[in-house]
């Protein structure tokens, strides 16, 4: 199952959109702490987070806790980024990729890009700075559920 890890989110409405995301795409999602606000479960659900009961969170209490997870684990870190990477859709992703995105003030520090597999960047028009975090998320889960074929849903849309 492809993972979107959350780095030390801050802004609640942008996890809410891509815990959202996740639960309609099956993805699993990784939340690496401290993040800006509460992201308790029970914080979650008081938040109206109707979404939560359709997809598996797990908190990492910092980026070493969530390394040593993902070592045992033996997945890769794909980290989303503006910073000298190669675009998304030139990246052969594996289907149980974790996808970071991060933090919506700072992105992530140096040690977070050093631990990186591979850095993918959805390419923007130049001069401008970046895409809002949950749509670059939703646009790198697209393509890596299109590569990997991922992406199984129940009902075929109706016409
Ligand atoms: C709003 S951006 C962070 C901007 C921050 N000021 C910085 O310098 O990194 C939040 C996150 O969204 C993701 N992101 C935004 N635009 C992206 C793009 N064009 N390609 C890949 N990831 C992107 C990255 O994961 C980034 O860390």
Redesign the pocket.
Known sequence: MLRLVLYQPDIPQNTGTMLRMAACLGLAVEIVEPAGFDVSDRHLRRAGLDYLDHVAITRHRSFSAFEAWRAEAGLRLV????AG?RPHTDFAFRPDDCV?????????PDAVHAAADAR?????RAGL?????AV?AAM?AGEALRQTGGFEPDRAPSA
Do not use: F, K, Q
């Open positions: 980290l989303a980024t503006t990477a970071m995105v991060g933090r919506e003030s700072a992105g992530v993918v960047v959805v390419p923007i700075r970046s895409l809002n975090v670059a790198i």
